[in-house]
């Protein structure tokens, strides 16, 4: 068996620390931040300072192909996160009301997710690496460059870390990230790092996290998960999460001035008191804030696709070989999925080598860049629109005959068809050709659709929002 060290100790390194050490393996795993908060894992959230994951404090749904790898690989994890707080929740059970067919099928029981903040996710797969006699978890560690067996060889043989000393292994993962800096270490060292293809995603993220004082929902919870809408100039979602909490993020395009202000808690509560599928979710008797409000911007749809020869014994899993815009919530689902499948390339070719980054660049291309490409093109209409409302100009429609992310959505407000193929579209169960590429879903969706657009949840205006958001500007300043 070989030794793996793991540059990262997040979800993709601490899940592929776990699903190593189970298939034999020796693990290191490396990570630059200092340690976890103590105390119980409920309260850890509120603690545990990780500048080095800026995203761990903003809204995180857990999709199905996730969960469902977390449940059957790793169960013990899985029910370290209940007993904590996560909530398990089934979308079978949270069909649409006004569906023509409410009856459930024998797929809706893969429909699962958790309804938990991020660092409590983290949280718990750190306390069972760190308890997994197999792995060894240095935190406080950076990793600063790779080693090879001989200067300009293929092969990797380890890292170095910051003091100069160099840890040796026959397997290097990258998980560092989305900003990781392995592909400069392999160009510096002239050896082939792949062709990292990139656009922005167009969106900044506002979130705050809230305790919930009462037990029913204050409003519908029409994604299952929560409550949220995609409008025509910002998206505001409901996440419901651990413990009696929940969080809420807004996003809203990068350039659009008039929104900056949302950082500011009054602006933020403005522009959630103003779309009137959140509001009441914000009544002094339902919430209570737990949190300031947090910002994130400088946000890619990313994906590294492996050179001719990719350098040996070298991986990369998660955000460090594939972004998608968070609003997809598919990070984890892929990372949990690029851990399975190195796992499995690791079992049938042991030896490292040409043939096994072979096996493992050709399953990566394979289960990321249908996603990557999904996000491209949504986002690219999300943003065209948004662009539209805010200068006034009427929005560019799709071009003709291709189904748009808003009309399926719609549609499957009603048939059940339509609401199953993008349910399991949106888990990471099935890909987006089985939605925008089936001759039935297609003719499901303009039949649906053919009365004229039903009414949905409501959000603001632009008007709305812009006035909302300039208003407490001008309070917080008097
Ligand atoms: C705003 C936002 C919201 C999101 N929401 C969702 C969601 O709803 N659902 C979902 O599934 N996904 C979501 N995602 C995506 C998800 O957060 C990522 O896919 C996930 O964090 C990827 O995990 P990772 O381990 O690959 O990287 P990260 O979590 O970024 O971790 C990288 C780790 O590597 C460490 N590191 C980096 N460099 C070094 C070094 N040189 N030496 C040692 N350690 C190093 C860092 O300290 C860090 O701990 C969201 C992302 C964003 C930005």
């Given at each position: 068996m070989a030794t793996a060290v793991i540059i990262g100790g997040s979800t993709a390194g601490l899940a592929g620390a776990l699903a190593l050490a189970r298939a034999g393996h020796r693990v290191e795993?490396?990570?630059?931040?200092?340690?976890?908060?103590?105390?119980?894992?409920?309260?850890?959230?509120?603690?545990?300072?990780?500048?080095?994951?800026?995203?761990?404090?903003?809204?995180?749904?857990?999709?199905?192909?996730?969960?469902?790898?977390?449940?059957?690989?790793?169960?013990?994890?899985?029910?370290?996160?209940?007993?904590?707080?996560?909530?398990?929740?089934r979308l079978g059970d949270r069909k649409p009301p006004f569906l023509d067919d409410p009856s459930d099928r024998p797929e809706d029981a893969e429909l699962n997710?958790?309804?938990?903040?991020?660092?409590?996710?983290?949280?718990?797969?750190?306390?069972?690496?760190?308890?997994?006699p197999g792995i060894v978890l240095r935190t406080g560690c950076?990793?600063?460059?790779?080693?090879?067996?001989?200067?300009?060889?293929?092969?990797?043989?380890?890292?170095?870390?910051?003091?100069?000393?160099?840890?040796?292994?026959?397997?290097?993962?990258?998980a560092a990230g989305r900003r990781s800096p392995v592909g400069d270490w392999l160009a510096a060292a002239g050896l082939p790092?792949?062709?990292?293809?990139?656009?922005?995603?167009?969106?900044?993220?506002?979130?705050?996290?809230?305790?919930?004082?009462?037990?029913?929902?204050?409003?519908?919870l029409n994604r299952g998960f929560g409550a949220g809408g995609l409008w025509d100039s910002y998206t505001a979602v409901l996440f419901l999460g651990d413990n009696d909490t929940f969080s809420i993020s807004l996003g809203v395009l990068p350039q659009d001035k008039e929104l900056k202000g949302l950082r500011t808690e009054e602006a933020f509560t403005a522009a959630v008191a103003a779309t009137p599928l959140l509001a009441p979710w914000l009544a002094p008797t339902v919430s209570e804030p737990i949190s300031p409000v947090y910002a994130m911007g400088g946000l890619d749809n990313s994906l590294r696709t492996a050179p001719a020869e990719p350098v040996q014994g070298l991986f990369a899993v998660g955000d460090s070989a594939a972004t998608t815009n968070p609003a997809y919530g598919r990070g984890v689902s892929l990372a949990l999925a690029q851990v399975r499948l190195l796992v499995q390339?690791?079992?049938?070719?042991?030896?490292?080598?040409?043939?096994?980054?072979?096996?493992?660049?050709?399953?990566?291309?394979r289960l990321l860049r249908p996603w990557?490409?999904?996000?491209?093109?949504?986002?690219?209409?999300?943003?065209?629109?948004?662009?539209?409302?805010?200068?006034?100009?009427?929005?560019?429609?799709?071009?003709?005959?291709?189904?748009?992310?808003?009309?399926?959505?719609?549609?499957g407000g009603t048939d059940a068809v339509v609401w199953r193929r993008?349910?399991?579209?949106?888990?990471?169960?099935?890909?987006?050709?089985?939605?925008?590429?089936?001759?039935?879903?297609?003719?499901?969706?303009?039949?649906?659709?053919?009365?004229?657009?039903?009414?949905?949840?409501?959000?603001?205006?632009?008007?709305?929002?812009?006035?909302?958001?300039?208003?407490?500007?001008a309070n917080s300043d008097s």
């Open positions: 795993v490396l990570e630059r931040d200092p340690g976890t908060p103590p105390g119980r894992p409920a309260d850890a959230p509120a603690q545990w300072q990780r500048p080095t994951v800026p995203q761990s404090v903003h809204s995180h749904a857990f999709g199905s192909l996730g969960v469902n790898l977390l449940r059957e690989e790793y169960p013990e994890v899985y029910r370290e996160l209940v007993a904590a707080g996560a909530a398990e929740i997710m958790l309804a938990c903040r991020r660092s409590l996710f983290d949280l718990v797969l750190r306390q069972a690496v760190a308890n997994h950076t990793v600063r460059g790779l080693e090879f067996a001989a200067e300009g060889s293929p092969r990797v043989t380890g890292v170095r870390l910051e003091d100069g000393e160099q840890v040796a292994a026959d397997l290097v993962i990258d790092a792949g062709e990292v293809r990139s656009s922005s995603c167009e969106i900044t993220y506002y979130t705050r996290h809230y305790r919930a004082l009462t037990k029913a929902p204050a409003g519908p390339v690791l079992t049938e070719h042991p030896q490292v080598g040409a043939e096994q980054s072979a096996a493992y660049a050709a399953g990566a291309e990557f490409e999904d996000s491209v093109q949504n986002d690219a209409g999300r943003a065209g629109l948004w662009r539209a409302t805010a200068e006034g100009v009427r929005p560019l429609g799709p071009p003709p005959g291709v189904l748009t992310f808003g009309q399926v959505a719609e549609a993008v349910a399991r579209m949106m888990m990471t169960l099935a890909t987006p050709e089985t939605v925008y590429a089936d001759g039935e879903v297609r003719d499901r969706v303009l039949r649906a659709l053919s009365g004229g657009s039903r009414p949905g949840f409501p959000g603001a205006s632009r008007a709305q929002l812009v006035e909302a958001v300039a208003k407490a500007a």
